[in-house]
């Protein structure tokens, strides 16, 4: 590969911690193989800048020909949950000239054939013409378009995780409803930690020595099962080291079906971690293992989707018919790609480090939501730019951002409604996709694509204006856009679900007989969406706002009553620890207070 030369971006190492979160960075990086490849099909400069998440192997003997890239990545999963993935970060993969997934190892003068099945079903990255939108891969590794470098890849042993006849909870490594809790991944990391450690230490020595200017780390962790256990304790190790370099950490949780069908152990499980993942990682009072903290979930785990007088909960992106963690890490990954523009395009020089300044608005307001759409253009959200006798004129939507029906959240629990104290504290708008204002005039169009700052004017108007009356101004707001459009190939990325916005007239707004809501509401979803195939739009929301607030407080709540009830029958806390998760909690939901 051929990339950029960009001296104003610093280098990113990026952290990945849990089966899902996996599942997430798969995507994640081959969304960026992609990005590389459509810039070097079109002949055209680098919209995203590729350098500050690759690494190569450049070195004074390497020829031209023997330079590889690969992702600047420290990987943390279960050795099971691998699939294909060999040692070296190279996938057994599937091929025409290797429809069997055989192995051929060179002995002596002889060449030995030694039959050698792949775990899972590894994608063949030769044929793109395969289609699998709609298959549910049982492994990361089956789907994934780069190589990995194996010095980054840490494969935990399955023998680690010892409680009781438990293992590592399947291909999932432990999800919600499998049993397993954060203390017990916190605990399997600190009972082995020169053990641990040493796997993945010098290693990360060795990828901070090859940057020239480390901004930081971004972080996709897990905080189902164990997983928030072990995030804690590398983010920990990670901060006593480099206490210098910015953290960001995006918290995911997996699709659950034994939740949307309300199992209280299920739930309890899930709340219980998310809490103590939050008390622990998520800063507070200046405290924290990272700068910043953005929670993720692909279901609505605390109660069923309905409506209400104040306004609607927004069905999740996971909410779609396929609810696999192929199709939902995508969903989720996406999103991601885009609203981290803010520091990765080309058109700016921010940092990560700026990324988290510009969000975080006191030490005591370190945690962001996300939402996110896949329009076919923006004229669906209401919003023209066209040419009149007047000359050119725009048109906006009447709804803010943040309540807009086309807007999916993925953060928790938000109840996006206007009112006297909705408006963000801050925010970051990206945007990204060629066609993403395809119904103007052509003489606009070439007007806008011709010049980068336009499309943003138009958007800061758009949201002065339909945030107005909705309570204090934003303090700090960039809007980030570029041309390049989102295009992935079938092979290796699903099809995406836009839902439409005719959604919110065929709600049921009965707000009693939760459960039958929330069949109903599922359903009438899944009927009303469109099914689009390779959307080259998307755009994404990062917002600091009182909207998160529910989402603690219910964390709060629920985590007293799992403890105090003693619901959860493996669990040993202390009254110390009990009062500290409390005291956490409480701390940050106030300071989300409207």
């Known amino acids: 590969m051929n990339y950029s030369n960009n001296e104003d971006k610093q280098e990113l190492i990026t952290i990945q911690i849990g089966n899902f979160s996996n599942f997430i960075g798969a995507h994640f990086w081959n969304i960026q193989e992609e990005n590389y490849q459509y810039s070097k099909r079109e002949q055209s400069q680098y919209e995203i800048e590729p350098e500050m998440l690759f690494r190569s192997n450049i070195n004074s003997e390497t020829l031209d020909k023997d330079i590889k890239?690969?992702?600047?990545?420290l990987l943390f999963d279960f050795k099971s949950n691998f699939g294909s993935m060999n040692s070296d970060g190279k996938v057994l993969k599937q091929t025409s000239k290797n429809i069997d997934n055989n192995d051929l190892f060179n002995s002596g003068s002889n060449v030995n054939k030694i039959i050698k099945q792949s775990t899972g079903k590894p994608i063949d990255r030769e044929n793109t013409s395969v289609d699998n939108s709609n298959v549910d891969f049982e492994y990361w590794s089956d789907y994934l378009n780069v190589d990995y470098n194996g010095r980054g890849l840490i494969s935990i042993?399955?023998?680690?995780?010892?409680?009781?006849?438990?293992?590592?909870?399947?291909?999932?490594?432990g999800s919600g409803g499998s049993g397993l809790t954060y203390d017990d991944g916190f605990d399997m990391f600190e009972s082995n930690y020169e053990y641990v450690t040493d796997l993945y230490q010098d290693n990360l020595r060795r990828m901070i020595e090859e940057c020239d200017s480390l901004s930081g780390f971004q972080c996709l962790i897990d905080t189902d099962g164990i997983w928030g256990g072990v995030s804690t304790s590398v983010l920990s190790h990670i901060q006593d080291e480099y206490s210098s370099k910015v953290i960001s950490t995006f918290a995911s949780t997996d699709y659950n079906h034994q939740i949307d069908q309300g199992n209280e152990e299920s739930i309890d499980e899930r709340i219980y971690n998310s809490s103590k993942t939050i008390q622990s990682i998520a800063p507070?009072?200046?405290?924290?293992?990272?700068?910043?903290?953005?929670?993720l979930s692909c279901q609505r785990w605390w109660s069923?989707?309905?409506t209400s007088s104040k306004g609607i909960l927004l069905p999740p992106l996971g909410n779609s018919i396929n609810k696999s963690k192929y199709q939902t890490s995508a969903e989720i990954a996406a999103s991601i790609d885009t609203a981290t523009l803010y520091y990765r395009s080309n058109y700016t020089s921010q940092t990560l480090a700026s990324f988290v300044s510009h969000l975080t608005s006191s030490p005591s307001r370190k945690l962001c939501v996300l939402s996110t759409s896949f329009p076919n253009t923006l004229q669906e959200f209401?919003?023209?730019y066209s040419s009149s006798k007047y000359g050119r004129e725009p048109t906006f939507p009447n709804q803010p951002l943040y309540s807009h029906p086309l807007m999916n959240y993925l953060s928790p629990r938000i109840q996006p409604t206007p009112s006297s104290h909705s408006n963000p504290l801050t925010e970051i708008i990206s945007l990204r996709g060629l066609d993403i204002f395809k119904s103007i005039d052509d003489d606009d169009r070439i007007e806008l694509l011709n010049n980068y700052d336009k499309i943003s004017s138009?958007?800061?108007i758009y949201l002065s204006n339909s945030y107005n009356g909705h309570g204090r101004s934003v303090l700090n707001r960039s809007i980030v856009n570029i041309v390049q459009p989102f295009i992935m190939k079938k092979n290796h990325f699903p099809v995406l679900l836009n839902k439409n916005k005719n959604n919110n007239n065929n709600n049921n707004n009965n707000e009693n007989n939760n459960n039958n809501n929330n069949n109903n509401n599922?359903?009438?979803i899944e009927e009303n969406q469109e099914i689009i195939e390779n959307p080259k739009t998307v755009l994404t929301h990062l917002q600091n706002t009182n909207l998160i607030h529910p989402f603690i407080q219910y964390l709060n709540q629920g985590y007293k009553q799992i403890v105090?009830?003693?619901?959860?029958?493996?669990?040993t806390i202390d009254q110390d620890s009990f009062a500290e998760t409390i005291e956490i909690l409480n701390y940050l939901s106030d300071s989300y207070q409207e």
């Open 284 to 295: 507070s009072s200046g405290t924290g293992l990272t700068d910043l903290f953005i929670p």
């Open 304 to 306: 069923p989707i309905t």
């Open 522 to 524: 599922n359903n009438l």
């Open 564 to 571: 105090q009830s003693k619901r959860m029958k493996r669990l």
């Open 382 to 384: 209401g919003f023209t």
């Open 157 to 173: 042993p399955d023998s680690l995780l010892n409680i009781g006849s438990q293992g590592s909870g399947g291909n999932s490594g």
């Open 458 to 460: 138009l958007f800061k």
């Open 69 to 73: 890239y690969t992702p600047r990545l």
